[in-house]
């Protein structure tokens, strides 16, 4: 691919030169080194550098104050690769984790923060073919979100789904490919089965609803409010408990006629894995996403085999790009037209400056918000 070069100290060339050094064409080195200079025509020597882009870094780990807008080398593009410029990106948990230094990115993944985006593609690899310059899309990336621009592997980019603005579809990837993944590929959720989701009120959780009653689901949720399970109600669930005030295992029971419900989707660990496993039916399925309520737990073996449960945990990020790119295509063959449909709509709570990340991270760790958190370069 072309570089794109930017000039310093160079406001007097003359038109000629201008011409001239338009119309070059540079191939992409495996890897450029600044600064570069560039010979013109008339035997004057410019100096080239990279081009920059301003990114979110994390300067040390720590609190929601470590994190810095700086400006950045670009990203550098690989042939299977497109290079989007951010229109959004959403939080997720995930990212106060590895601001913390407890989880890092995966090899050759970018080291800012954000596992997704949207926006527009400004450049292409030489083996991309589905993609081409000005696509509005969406993507689920390994990282660099927090970005005015990133490269992500062509498999794992969304089009942009009709009726959604350009700004929210950024809240859509981790989510649709968190749940599908989890809910539908892995724990086989199918309709008339009832489902359990934890944190109703949270990303995964308002996107969980709306995709699982799509479905055909029942759909059970906790969450901690009224408000929030006002918002849940709304957003279709059958049955909404409030975790502070009730017994989330008695309401199952209640619910289900004492059989318990066929899947649950936890974010929380070990303090609920009991409970949890107290409230699945006869061959129920419990998919673990997340550790807010710590990593170690006993579990008495004999109610899993008495019953026939099953317990799957797994995350997105770390998954293979092929891996990536099958969950991708099977959410735009199947969630994607829900969306089309309204059937599932984005739940964007607010939305801040790219400058503004600390305060972002701060608004999602008090857990006061509804859905997702955006960030916009």
């Known amino acids: 691919m072309p570089v794109l070069l930017q000039f310093h100290a160079c406001s007097d060339i003359s038109r000629a030169e201008s011409n001239v050094i338009h119309g070059l064409i540079i191939q992409h080195p495996s890897k450029l080194i600044a600064p570069l200079f560039l010979r013109t025509l008339s035997g004057r020597s ?29 990203p550098e593009l690989k042939d299977d690769e497109v290079l989007i410029k951010v229109e959004a990106t959403a939080l997720n948990r995930a990212d106060t984790v590895q601001r913390k230094g407890s989880y890092p990115p995966p090899k050759g993944a970018s080291e800012f923060p954000g596992l997704e985006c949207s926006g527009t593609i400004v450049a292409v690899g030489k083996k991309v073919s589905r993609w081409k310059i000005g696509d509005e899309v969406c993507a689920l990336l390994s990282g660099g979100g927090y970005a005015e621009k990133v490269a992500v592997p062509d498999g794992q ?31 086989r959720l199918s309709a008339g089965e009832t489902f359990l989701i934890h944190g109703g009120s949270s990303g995964i959780g308002t996107f969980a609803i709306q995709i699982a009653k799509y479905q055909g689901a ?44 066929d899947v649950i989707l936890d974010h929380i660990g070990a303090s609920y894995l009991k409970q949890n496993l107290e409230s699945l039916n006869f061959d129920g399925r419990l998919f673990i996403i997340g550790f807010m309520g710590g990593t170690v737990a006993e579990v008495d073996l004999r109610v899993m085999l008495a019953r ?52 972002a991270h701060r608004l999602m760790e008090s857990s006061e918000h509804i859905g997702k958190i955006l960030l916009v370069p």
């Not at 089009?159 to 950024?170: E, I, K, N, T």
């Open 46 to 74: 410019l100096l080239l550098s990279t081009p920059r882009m301003k990114a979110v870094v994390i300067t040390s780990p720590g609190g929601p104050e470590v994190l810095q807008l700086q400006e950045v080398r670009e």
């Open 157 to 187: 980019v969304l089009p942009l789904p009709h009726g959604v603005s350009l700004q929210d579809a950024a809240s859509l990837p981790e989510v649709a490919c968190t749940v599908w993944s989890t809910v539908f590929m892995m724990s």
């Open 218 to 261: 029942k759909v059970l949720v906790t969450a901690g409010s009224e408000e929030k399970l006002a918002v849940c109600k709304n957003l279709g669930a059958d049955v909404c408990i409030n975790y502070k005030t009730q017994d989330f295992v008695q309401r199952v029971k209640e619910e289900t006629g004492g059989k318990g419900v």
């Open 308 to 359: 026939r449960l099953t317990v799957q945990s797994a995350g997105l990020r770390h998954r293979s790009p092929e891996n990536k790119a099958v969950i991708v295509s099977e959410v735009e063959k199947i969630v994607w037209p829900a969306i089309r449909a309204g059937k599932v709509k984005p739940v964007v709570y607010k939305s801040f400056p790219l400058s503004e990340a600390a305060e």
